[in-house]
């Protein structure tokens, strides 16, 4: 590669060759798609060529963009341009241009295009910017520009090819030069998702030719709350190098399990150390589900993942790492890669007498699984699977952050191949129930007659709950975690005071995840006269309905079945009581949902003591069509109405 990069190094940078201005574009006024739209995409081209010289393969990247500013927010926000790269890649023969409402034209200098550490108004330090400063923009402008990015070792295979973008794009254009050699033994091939875009058709310039797919009159992309994946909404095909066997699905994921079968078992050995570690670990196990936790939590605790932030292993270790080539090697030095760690797992459960199988799993957040999609891209996750009683349960050892009985959320109720010399079959695994992710919450306030809160806050987190916050948390100093915890408090609530932040069990797996704080909250309650107006749900007070669209575009999918469980204590100052309480009403939506509320009156009429239980998704329901959203918005509209419920506090007598 160091030869490909010297010759890149001396080519000469060409001046830029722009398409013609039309006058339509200068002269339109309005948006043609969307009559919202801040700014529209007249024209998107991306030309990709892959190249091979032996040894070396690359690929080139070349971008065309040319978009209409129609509102002062877009010429603020389009302003500036950033191109993103990273590792051995690079950008050039960047140029940019501004065309004026009154068609003149202002080139970018070079001034105007820097290196940059900033990306998003963020320092970032694994990634290179290029950022692009367009001159003299203003409602009416064109902004246009262009730029080669080169990507070192490596083909366009699994490479997405992307039609919308966050504007409207009047037309978009993708032209492939796949490679066509004897070293590559596979032709291209491309599958389309949510694209109406032209089938590919050759297009020659010059000495080269290209294959060309268009679409026009693209939509803008906008992501809405809890939608699926982006994969499964927007438009984009798929370009890929692979052997078309010409097979029914059927006949193509039993022999894709059996290829990942015989390639898995190459790597097991179970060898006199890994028989007598394996005895050493279930020794006392009453049944097989206690086996398969005992060798869970040793391969969790005693081998280290090397390429996992949260294993404890060094930059040094990882820069050092040769691979493991099988099980024992993993056994003995103590560390591998994730999938050396399930395969150390699988030859530990047979050594204890337990049937195990490597488990190729679709990832449920990167795009949902259809067997018509025949390639083994989209099972992109690996597990292992375990039959228990005759039925298979599936374990991630290399997960180190994940709770017993749980896999990732994006591996949890889809579709999981269980790879198998003989007979691979296809199961869905299972989603857990809503009380296993549960956020618990607590606040012991006292109010003043002033309307001023203050006391302690806890809150206690669950499965994929716990997850989520533990892989923010578990690679900073305690201090650092207090500093995370205080801005998300500060966050949830502005205006109060928050000191006394404790962050506890973050990575003790079997206890919950412990946030705790002292809170001082003024003008809480709102005093009106001899009368004082608080919101019994304190941890809800001043939050926006879930979906506050009225119209919808995508179907609504949460990620993972979940509980809440919130008590509210607040002690009453002398001077004021309860005047007549009531509590919010309580209700069901069929098995799938349930909100239920309580208040009492405590310490002789001086505190309120309020209660609120809500789970969701149970009977695995967590997917909805659009068709669905009018009532599952009125749902959480009206849970946004119960908890903005408020209790009316009178002068005691």
């Not at 009380?435 to 607590?442: E, N, P």
């Amino acid at each position: 590669m160091r030869r490909l990069l010297l010759l890149v190094a001396t080519l000469p940078i060409c001046a830029a060759t722009w398409r013609p201005i039309e006058p339509s574009e200068i002269s339109l006024k309005t948006p043609k798609i969307d009559a919202n739209a801040d700014a529209e995409i007249l024209y998107w081209e991306v030309k990709i060529t892959d190249h091979l010289q032996p040894p070396d393969i690359w690929t080139v990247y070349r971008h065309y963009l040319r978009v209409k500013i129609f509102t002062e927010k877009g010429a603020k926000d389009l302003a500036t341009a950033e191109i993103v790269s990273a590792g051995k890649q690079f950008v050039r023969e960047v140029a940019a241009r501004t065309i004026k409402p009154d068609g003149s034209i202002v080139e970018a200098g070079n001034d105007a295009i820097k290196d940059t550490d900033v990306l998003k108004g963020k320092k970032v330090s694994n990634l290179k910017v290029k950022a692009v400063a367009f001159p003299a923009v203003t409602p009416g402008s064109i902004i246009e520009y262009q730029y080669t990015h080169t990507y070192p070792d490596r083909v366009a295979n699994y490479v997405h090819l992307e039609f919308s973008r966050e504007y409207p794009v009047h037309f978009v254009k993708y032209l492939v030069k796949p490679i066509q050699s004897e070293y590559v033994p596979y032709k291209m091939r491309v599958m389309g998702f949510q694209a109406n875009a032209t089938p590919f058709t050759p297009e020659r310039n010059g000495t080269e030719t290209h294959y060309a797919t268009t679409a026009s009159n693209v939509p803008a992309f906008k992501e809405e709350a809890n939608m699926p994946p982006e994969n499964d909404v927007r438009p984009w095909l798929l370009i890929y190098y692979e052997e078309d066997k010409k097979l029914t699905p059927e006949k193509f994921w039993k022999e894709v399990g059996r290829d990942f079968a015989r390639d898995f078992q190459k790597e097991l050995k179970v060898d006199g150390n890994i028989k007598k570690t394996a005895a050493e670990v279930v020794n006392g196990a009453a049944s097989d589900e206690e086996k398969i936790d005992k060798l869970l939590e040793f391969c969790r605790k005693n081998i280290k993942n090397v390429y996992s932030d949260s294993s404890g292993v060094t930059a040094e270790q990882r820069k050092n790492f040769k691979g493991n080539e099988t099980t024992a090697d993993t056994m003995k030095r103590k560390m591998g890669t994730g999938g050396d760690i399930n395969a150390l797992f699988v030859a530990l459960a047979q050594a204890a007498g337990l049937e195990a199988r490597l488990a190729r799993i679709a990832d449920r957040g990167y795009k949902g699984f259809d067997p018509q999609m025949m390639t083994a891209h989209f099972l992109v996750a690996a597990s292992i699977a375990v039959k228990v009683n005759g039925n298979w349960r599936f374990y991630d050892p290399a997960a180190a952050r994940a709770p017993k009985g749980f896999l990732r959320w994006q591996e949890e109720g889809t579709p999981a191949l269980i790879c198998d010399p003989k007979e691979p079959t296809f199961v869905t695994t299972p989603l857990n129930a809503p009380d296993r992710s549960r956020t618990t919450r607590r606040a012991d306030l006292e109010l003043d007659m002033d309307g001023n809160v203050k006391g302690k806050i806890r809150f206690a987190y669950s499965g994929h709950r716990a997850t989520s916050r533990r892989l923010d948390l578990d690679q900073d100093s305690d201090s650092e975690r207090e500093r995370k915890v205080l801005e998300d408090l500060k966050e949830q609530y502005p205006g109060a005071e928050i000191t006394d932040v404790k962050v506890e069990n973050v990575t003790e797996l079997d206890k919950p995840l412990i946030i705790s704080a002292s809170l001082v909250m003024r003008g809480y309650g709102q005093r009106t006269g001899k009368r004082m107006f608080v919101q019994p749900a304190f941890f809800q007070a001043g939050g926006k309905p879930l979906f506050g669209e009225s119209q919808r575009k995508y179907p609504i999918h949460f990620r993972y079945p979940f509980s809440d469980v919130d008590r509210v204590s607040i002690k009453l100052p002398l001077d004021l009581t309860l005047d007549q309480p009531t509590a919010p009403g309580s209700f069901k939506i069929g098995e799938t949902a349930e909100y239920k509320t309580s208040l009492a009156a405590g310490s002789g009429g001086q505190e309120l003591i309020y209660t609120r239980e809500f789970f969701f998704g149970n009977k695995d329901q967590i997917y909805f069509p659009t068709e669905a959203y009018p009532s599952l918005k009125k749902v959480f509209d009206h849970i946004h109405e119960q908890d903005g419920h408020t209790m009316t506090l009178k002068a005691a007598q």
